[in-house]
Antibody, heavy 121, light 107 residues
Framework: QVQLVESGGGVVQPGGSLRLSCAASGFTFSSYGMHWVRQAPGKGLEWVAF????????YYADSVKGRFTISRDNSKNTLYLQMNSLRAEDTAVYYC??????????????WGQGTLVTVSS | DIQMTQSPSTLSASVGDRVTITCRASQSISSWLAWYQQKPGKAPKLLIYKASSLESGVPSRFSGSGSGTEFTLTISSLQPDDFATYYCQQYNSYLWTFGQGTKVEIK
């Protein structure tokens, strides 16, 4: 069965950095695009970033462009999100999600349990 | 960016009720729309993709319809397990966007 397990969350000061990881199992990780999605406390879902199966293309929400970097290591079945210049408004639960492709569009078919990032002094 | 607007924001209903949630896109997204269910403290779960395709394992009381800019999620007979927040999401472009969510509460 598909499993996605996020880690790396915690408390960080404004302007600081954090790297999130998402360990994947139960499917051929190297064949699927992957997403990061976040949810601020009591708020809705916000897509953050996407990386194609081979890492050849990456896409970012405007709110994180230039500060966050998505990457993957297919040999380790792991997805990453490097977050720099963190702001209070980046405080959220961060989910990784597997992308299912259909006609070059990607729906999110499996999600991890999430990891909480809190940006506070 | 494509904006997604759901209505209502909150819905109070009883077990057995037929429930309909609407989602509007700011521009045409063809049928590239998904619906997710989220319960408190849990990750979202995919219910419907491509506007009307039921995800494997999802009860048949859930159905989706629409195309272009107007979409609906219908629960034909609300069950106790269905009290949750529901999100629509467009995936027509490489800037994925969600609706603000509809919370289905017990009446």
């Amino acid at each position: 069965q598909v499993q996605l397990v996020e880690s790396g969350g915690g408390v960080v000061q404004p302007g600081g950095s954090l790297r999130l990881s998402c360990a994947a199992s139960g499917f051929t990780f190297s064949s699927y695009g992957m997403h990061w999605v976040r949810q601020a406390p009591g708020k809705g879902l916000e897509w953050v970033a996407f990386i194609r199966y081979d890492g050849s293309n990456k896409y970012y929400a405007d709110s994180v462009k230039g500060r966050f970097t998505i990457s993957r290591d297919n040999s380790k079945n792991t997805l990453y999100l490097q977050m720099n210049s963190l702001r209070a408004e980046d405080t959220a639960v961060y989910y990784c999600a597997k992308g299912r492709e259909l006609e070059r569009r990607y729906v999110f078919d499996y999600w991890g349990q999430g990891t909480l990032v809190t940006v506070s002094s | 960016d494509i904006q997604m607007t759901q209505s209502p924001s909150t819905l109070s209903a009883s077990v057995g009720d037929r429930v309909t949630i609407t989602c509007r896109a700011s521009q045409s997204i063809s049928s590239w729309l998904a619906w997710y269910q989220q319960k408190p403290g849990k990750a979202p779960k995919l219910l419907i993709y491509k506007a009307s395709s039921l995800e494997s394992g999802v009860p048949s009381r859930f159905s989706g319809s629409g195309s272009g800019t107007e979409f609906t999620l219908t629960i034909s007979s609300l069950q106790p397990d269905d009290f949750a927040t529901y999100y629509c999401q467009q995936y027509n472009s490489y800037l994925w966007t969600f609706g603000q969510g509809t919370k289905v509460e017990i009446k």
